[in-house]
């Protein structure tokens, strides 16, 4: 059993009493909204109530007033413009909505997305000549990508391009001479409404200017232009994005869902299908279900099936696409099985946990489409920062998740010597190098990581919101923990620990495998459920203990109850 460290948020009982009276809500809802950083009654309402008339002025954002002038100005000479976009589901969904807009308020529109094995991340040179040669246009508006292709830009514009940047990851110093440049990283640091946009929620916000520009000019296509049906391809991109379901992220999914299970977009429809929801759609339904699905085909060939897909005009078109995503999902799922098991049992071989701070593995003809799934897989086996590299030429490419504490983008810029190319964020990079630096450069990493982490940090945090009794746990109070949601980065799941509980029947595994483990807990006068998923091998509890959980509310032949999904147990202190 992994060793966990529980982290209790400390109780604030005076002021949860106080807001849980203000608010008329339960001091549990209050104390898990104090947790999160909401403490006074007109944030709490604003953030239980996450309403698209809460989002603020789109013209708010650094570059945006620039980036609609310089499209307005190429509607109006009649320019068309090729939008570049990105291989995953943030990028895919970003030009699916850019298209849409643009396309209805009268511009003429081309769309090129990059060969992620040919041409490489982003505003790459290749990717950029491919574009093009194939649109020969004479504005180019880059999406989830080109904060920092300094060159590209430049080389584009002294051909007498105009390029718009629309992304949200770092940018590069100096940041490159775009014509206009939108990215929430340049905004002062007190805007936090808007500056964990993703660039599907950046792509939004654009369409919502581009809209009110419209109708300041007459424009008749804007006059009843309706944003809201956009909200399906928002969600599904800032959730797949993995970016905080907090500020303007967190009515944008909000609404979203709400759009998502509603939506008349065929090739959702259709992709519903194949995934094989057949309930509600929520945030871990589009992280596991769809966004994987969609993510196929930029990993393994080209996205362009998945944009298809999502501007799919009948169910004929959509469902072929549909069925080749699904396709495509189950040969990468194949592929990153193979190579995470090859990382494992490699690293497992001479993994050293008190020396090693950091996984970094990399082979030749480890398929590029992968290798950040298989960070993932890594990190969560040995709970290290990870990048796996891959390639079939003379570099190799790779891409890395993180822990919380280390900064991976931060950490890479302090390698820049060893690398050729790199970029990302605190959480997640991509990077290049040769294969001969593998060697310094995992020593160099390793050892910032060392600097860094103390060693407790290494081990994964369940953060627990509160101590609860059995009898806190009635229908009526878990169903109000669930106004907290979407629930994501930063706004996490409500977990909370039960304290000197006992088995009230032996528990039992059950299962393919055995993998799982039913049982139920007592503390003196309730008892209730509990479901362990995963739980594999590991001990079971017994004697008197404490439960780390989810309250989680499970319906069974139409009759409702309150379960306890199990995080971790320890003897009972």
């Not at 980036?67 to 990028?91: K, N, S």
């Not at 940018?171 to 014509?179: F, Q, Y």
């Not at 200017?209 to 991109?237: E, H, N, Q, T």
């Not at 989810?550 to 999904?565: D, G, M, Q």
Request: hydrophobic share 45%; charged share 20%.
């Amino acid at each position: 059993m992994k060793n966990f460290r529980w982290s209790l948020a400390p109780a604030q009982p005076l002021l949860a009493d106080r807001l849980a009276r203000e608010l008329n809500i339960s001091s549990l809802l209050a104390q898990c909204l104090l947790n999160r950083g909401q403490t006074e009654a007109a944030s709490i309402q604003a953030f239980l109530e996450p309403r698209l008339r809460r989002l603020a002025d789109p013209f708010l954002l650094p570059g945006l007033p620039a980036a609609v002038e310089t499209l307005w100005r190429a509607r109006e000479q009649h320019r068309p413009l090729v939008i570049f976009g990105d291989y995953d589901v943030d990028g895919v969904t970003s030009a699916a909505v850019l298209l849409e807009v643009l396309q209805r308020l009268g511009w003429s529109t081309y769309y090129y997305l990059p060969r992620r094995l040919d041409e490489g991340y982003g505003l790459s040179r290749a990717g950029v000549e491919h574009c093009l040669q194939q649109f020969p246009v004479s504005l180019l508006l880059a999406v989830d990508c080109g904060s920092t292709a300094t060159d590209t830009i430049l080389d584009l514009r002294q051909r007498g391009l105009d390029v718009v940047v629309l992304d949200h990851h770092q940018v590069s110093t100096p940041p490159p001479n775009a014509t206009a440049l939108v990215n929430p990283q340049l905004a002062a640091a007190d805007s936090p409404s808007f500056r964990e946009l993703c660039s599907v929620g950046l792509a939004f916000k654009l369409a919502h200017a581009l809209v009110k520009r419209g109708r300041a000019a007459g424009l008749p296509a804007a006059a009843d232009f309706d944003l809201r049906p956009l909200l399906d391809l928002v969600a599904l991109g800032t959730i797949a994005d993995l970016v905080p379901l907090t500020g303007e992220n967190r009515i944008l999914v909000a609404c979203g869902l709400e759009r998502l299970n509603t939506t008349r977009r065929p090739g959702l429809g259709a992709l519903r299908r194949v995934a094989q929801i057949s309930g509600a759609i929520g945030v871990y339904e589009v992280g596991y279900q769809l966004a994987p699905r969609l993510n196929a085909a930029g990993r393994l060939e080209n996205a362009e099936a998945a944009l298809r897909l999502l501007l799919a005009r009948d169910t004929a078109e959509a469902e072929p696409l549909a069925q080749a995503l699904d396709a495509q999902n189950r040969e990468r799922q194949k592929i990153e099985r193979a190579i995470a098991d090859q990382v494992i049992g490699a690293v497992r071989a001479r993994f050293n946990a008190q020396t090693d701070f950091v996984v970094v593995e990399g082979q030749m003809l480890w398929h590029l489409g992968v290798v950040g799934i298989v960070a993932s897989r890594v990190l969560r086996e040995f709970y290290r920062p990870t990048i796996i590299l891959g390639g079939d030429g003379k570099d190799w490419r790779g891409s890395g998740r993180s822990i919380d504490g280390f900064d991976l983008a931060a950490a890479l810029r302090q390698c820049d010597d060893l690398l050729l190319r790199h970029g990302g964020h605190a959480m997640a990079a991509g990077l290049s190098l040769a294969p001969e630096n593998l060697a310094a450069f995992r020593q160099r990493l390793n050892q910032l990581a060392r600097q860094t982490l103390r060693p407790e940090q290494l081990h994964p945090q369940i953060r627990l919101d509160a101590v609860a009794c059995l009898a806190d746990l009635a229908l009526e109070r878990v169903a109000e923990l669930a106004r907290l949601g979407p629930f994501g980065s930063e706004n996490p799941q409500v977990n909370l620990v039960l304290r000197g509980v006992r088995l009230k029947h032996p528990a039992d595994r059950f299962g393919h495998d055995l993998a799982h483990a039913r049982f139920w807990v007592a503390d003196g006068g309730a008892a209730r459920e509990a479901v362990w998923w995963g739980a594999n091998d590991a001990p079971l509890p017994e004697g008197c203990f404490d439960l780390a959980f989810t309250p989680e509310i499970h319906t069974y032949n139409a009759r409702r109850s309150v379960r306890l999904k199990v995080l971790h147990w320890r003897p009972a202190v």
